[in-house]
């Protein structure tokens, strides 16, 4: 039986940290980084008008967490949430602990008057993509832009321009783009359709990489 969530304290950090150096090994844009992960966790453990970290404990152990951070929406005119940081330890996936965490999450949202629940997963995450969708949640048709402040450089490595596809090698050149399926040249790869496929062997757009 896995007992419900419950919100983290500074006990956790040093599981949580663990869990999301997980995370971040499987994220093509993150590398993990214990230091900046504790202090982000301890910020939000520390400052309860930022967000909650939920944690599941099994058999003594934390196996998953999630995080609400918290922001507003002009637009709904109420408070909305970005969660963040979905984990589940690799042993206990597809157990249900990721369910109980999101429902946990929302249920909080919900209770405390927020009025929506954004989330950002890996554009080739299928499993997550899947996982989010039986949830009730709906693809944005919105793109995801991003500066980093430290050096001005982006840290998007989705701006690489061409992208190749994992079946057979073709490479998305933008300043091409792929006439015969009307993407109009100097189309970034971001900006093709989701039902875009691949001209050559009709993989979805959801197979090809970044390429460097
Ligand atoms: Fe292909």
Request: with cysteine; aromatic share 10%; hydrophobic share 40%.
């Amino acid at each position: 039986m896995i007992p419900e969530p419950r919100t983290a304290t500074e006990r956790d950090v040093t599981r949580c940290t663990e869990l999301l150096e997980i995370l971040f090994s499987q994220e093509q844009e993150f590398t993990a980084d214990g230091a900046a992960q504790s202090r982000a966790l301890n910020m939000i453990i520390d400052n309860p008008e930022l967000g909650r970290i939920f944690v599941i404990d099994i058999d003594g152990a934390i196996q998953g967490m999630v995080a609400l951070l918290f922001t507003v929406s002009t637009f709904l005119g109420r408070k909305v949430a970005l969660l963040e940081d979905m984990v589940v330890a690799p042993a206990w996936r597809s157990k249900g602990v990721g369910t109980l965490l999101i429902n946990h999450a929302v249920d909080f949202a919900r209770r405390e008057g927020f009025g929506r629940i954004t989330l950002l997963t890996d554009r080739d995450n299928e499993t997550g993509q899947k996982f989010y969708r039986a949830q009730g949640f709906a693809m944005s048709e919105m793109v995801v832009f991003r500066k980093l402040l430290d050096d001005g450089t982006t840290l998007n490595k989705c701006e690489s321009d061409t992208w190749m596809c994992r079946e057979c090698g073709y490479l998305y050149d933008p300043a091409e783009g792929d006439p015969e399926s009307r993407i109009k040249e100097g189309t970034p790869f971001v900006e093709v359709s989701g039902q875009w496929s691949c001209p050559v062997c009709f993989a979805s757009k959801a197979d090809f990489d970044p390429f460097s």
